[in-house]
């Protein structure tokens, strides 16, 4: 059943009104009928109803609320992506594949080899795109959320985020030692029933050993994820999906 997204101050008396672009998609693209259902949630609250449609113009469409639904969607583990910027492409991928795994938060980061930089006059633009998918992403999956995509940080931001977050990994090909497994063990044993955790994930060109060291001195973990090396789109959806499993984000 299509999912679409609004604000709290869009429920009336039992109904919903929606506007915007999805008038355009639900009534052109879907070729949606009066009297026919889908879901909305409630950015501001996470709330979930069924709906039906009542009346459908240009500008808007009028829906009466037939129930409201218990969703359990969202996963309660807080998952957070700082992720090296990689070639455009390859960024929309790995926002659209973690939002889709559960992802809560990702933010940009500016590391020193970087192939891709983006301009101070193109950040807005850019945000703005990669903002899009993950809304286009939250609707595909049935996400309670539209994960936020931040502006983008330098590396010694992320080391404010160490006291916020149970752990922080950082997967890096010449660590030998501690491995994921390690580190999700380890969140395992101090787990208090919702763990936070940050990935922070290098660009194509990998870490400057400068930024391993800030970043280790700082608190977070520094992982080994086995023999072979992964691109950087692959990481984050291969540790994502590890620690949904693992820490039981419903994968």
Not at 177 to 205: L, M, R
Request: charged fraction near 30%.
């Amino acid at each position: 059943m299509p999912k679409f997204f609004i604000n709290n101050n869009q429920i009336d008396d039992n109904k919903i009104i929606i506007t915007g672009k999805d008038v355009n998609h639900i009534s052109n693209v879907l070729r949606m009928k009066i009297g026919e259902e889908i879901q909305i949630c409630d950015t501001d609250t996470s709330n979930n109803y069924l709906v039906k449609l009542q009346n459908i113009d240009k500008e808007k469409i009028s829906c009466d609320i037939i129930e409201k639904i218990k969703s359990e969607a969202e996963p309660e583990i807080n998952l957070k992506i700082f992720q090296g910027i990689p070639k455009s492409d390859k960024m929309e991928l790995i926002i659209q594949k973690s939002i889709e795994l559960g992802v809560k938060e990702i933010i940009p980061v500016q590391m020193e080899r970087c192939v891709s930089k983006i301009a101070p006059k193109d950040e807005k633009k850019k945000i703005e795109r990669w903002q899009k998918i993950s809304e286009m992403a939250s609707k595909q999956s049935g996400r309670d959320i539209i994960p936020k995509i931040n502006n983008p940080i330098k590396v010694k931001d992320i080391c404010n985020f160490i006291n916020e977050l149970d752990m922080i990994i950082v997967p890096y090909e010449k660590e030998e030692k501690y491995t994921f497994k390690n580190a999700i063990e380890e969140i395992k044993q101090n787990k208090n029933g919702k763990p936070s955790i940050g990935i922070v994930i290098g660009p194509e060109g990998g870490f400057d050993p400068n930024e391993i060291n800030l970043l280790k001195n700082a608190g977070a973990k520094i992982v080994t994820l086995g023999k072979r090396i992964l691109r950087t789109e692959t990481v984050a959806l291969a540790m994502a999906s590890v620690i949904m499993y693992e820490l039981g984000g419903n994968i």
